[in-house]
Structure formats: structure tokens, C-alpha cells
T-cell receptor
């Protein structure tokens, strides 16, 4: 079965540093998402992206966050100046038209 | 976003037992989804429900979309050790932005 691939699987960074989390969605998918899960808590929606622009974002997705599809295959989440509370598992997801959502295995971000 | 209440928060069950968990919401959804998450992995879709009142099975799993569109339950029959994990309900309106429940952690005693 096709997979959403996320790299790295673990990322450790210092508070205030910029991080970029990378995702390769399934190749013919059109809609892309980032979710996050703080340890022991529920999965939370961050942002959806379609046709090279943000479709919707949550209140978590503030000015410190940005997303980009720099080429035909990658979808990235950038956090400009990380805070301790940004520590979480970040999941990328993608779907085709009318199809179910496929999640990646996640990037565990630890901000020290 | 919408708040989903998922219960129970955790359960210990004997292998072979049936498991039941449910989700309720204060607002309606057009789709209810049930996911399973294994440690270090992303959520994997188990069952999707698209119509109020719908009852759907997937092997030993059975889920129903409540008639009010504000609730759903998931049953696992004859549990086995690989059923261990965290089960999440998720509600969806029209845009594939999912609202997740807090999860039910299932531990199976052999």
C-alpha cells in the first residue's frame, strides 16, 4: 500500500531555533495536512493545504508556523522559533479526491 | 474546534473478551471515523461511517454512527493480543479537518 513518508523520525532542537519537518505525500494526492499530538493527548489539526495554498488552519497554527510545497513531491512544516510547548509528534497526512486520509508515521519533535 | 468525549480512557481486558468504546460530541458530524495508533506510528483508519444510523463491520470490529450524528461506538469482538493500542474516534464535517477524541488505551491480558 502507498505510504506517506516523514523525515526525520526524531528531531531535537534548542528553544528558539528553526525546524523544518519534511513529508512526502502519496504521489497522486492533492490535499495535504499537518496534525500534531502532544504526549498523552489527542491528535490536533494544524493546517490543510490544497492547490498551493492553505485551505484552513487552527488557532495553534500561528505566525511561527508555515507550510510549503517546494516541489512536486515534498510538503514541509516550518516552525520559525521553537518553544518548549512545540514538543510533540507531528503527523503529515494526504488524500486524493474524495478518498480517506493517509497518515505518516510522524516526526517526534523535542524542544529543549 | 468541536470537542469529542471518548470513553473509557483506558481498559484492561482478557484475551477473548469483547471491547466497547464510544464517542460523543456536542455538535454533529457528517462522518465518524475510528483509528488505531500503535506506539511510534501514525493513526491507521479502521472504520469510516458516512450515514446516521449506519452500522459497519470490518472483521472483528463493528462501529455505528449514532442517529443524532453526535455519537459513535466501536466494538471489538474476541480480543487478541495484537488489539493492544490506542483507539481514537474522529469526527469530520465537510473539509477533512478531523476532530479527534482523546483516545482509549486498550491493554489485553493474555
Amino acid at each position: 500500500e502507498p505510504e506517506v513518508t516523514q523525515t526525520p523520525s526524531h528531531q531535537v532542537t534548542q528553544m528558539g531555533q528553526e525546524v523544518i519537518l519534511r513529508c512526502v505525500p502519496i504521489s497522486n494526492h492533492l490535499y495535504f495536512y499537518w496534525y500534531r499530538q502532544i504526549l498523552g493527548q489527542k491528535v490536533e489539526f494544524l493546517v490543510s493545504f490544497y492547490n498551493n495554498e492553505i485551505s484552513e488552519k487552527s488557532e495553534i497554527f500561528d505566525d511561527q508556523f508555515s507550510v510549503e510545497r517546494p516541489d512536486g513531491s515534498n510538503f514541509t512544516l516550518k516552525i520559525r522559533s521553537t518553544k518548549l510547548e512545540d514538543s510533540a509528534m507531528y503527523f503529515c497526512a494526504s488524500r486524493g479526491w474524495g478518498e480517506k486520509l493517509f497518515f505518516g508515521s510522524g516526526t517526534q519533535l523535542s524542544v529543549l | 474546534g468541536q470537542q469529542l468525549n471518548q470513553s473509557p480512557q483506558s481498559m484492561f481486558i482478557q484475551e477473548g473478551e469483547d471491547v466497547s468504546m464510544n464517542c460523543t460530541s456536542s455538535s454533529i458530524f457528517n462522518t465518524w471515523l475510528w483509528y488505531k495508533q500503535d506506539p511510534g506510528e501514525g493513526p491507521v483508519l479502521l472504520i469510516a461511517l458516512y450515514k446516521a444510523g449506519e452500522l459497519t463491520s470490518n472483521g472483528r470490529l463493528t462501529a455505528q454512527f449514532g442517529i443524532t450524528r453526535k455519537d459513535s461506538f466501536l466494538n471489538i469482538s474476541a480480543s487478541i493480543p495484537s488489539d493492544v493500542g490506542i483507539y481514537f474516534c474522529a469526527g469530520q464535517l465537510n473539509d477533512y479537518k478531523l476532530s479527534f477524541g482523546a483516545g482509549t488505551t486498550v491493554t489485553v491480558r493474555a
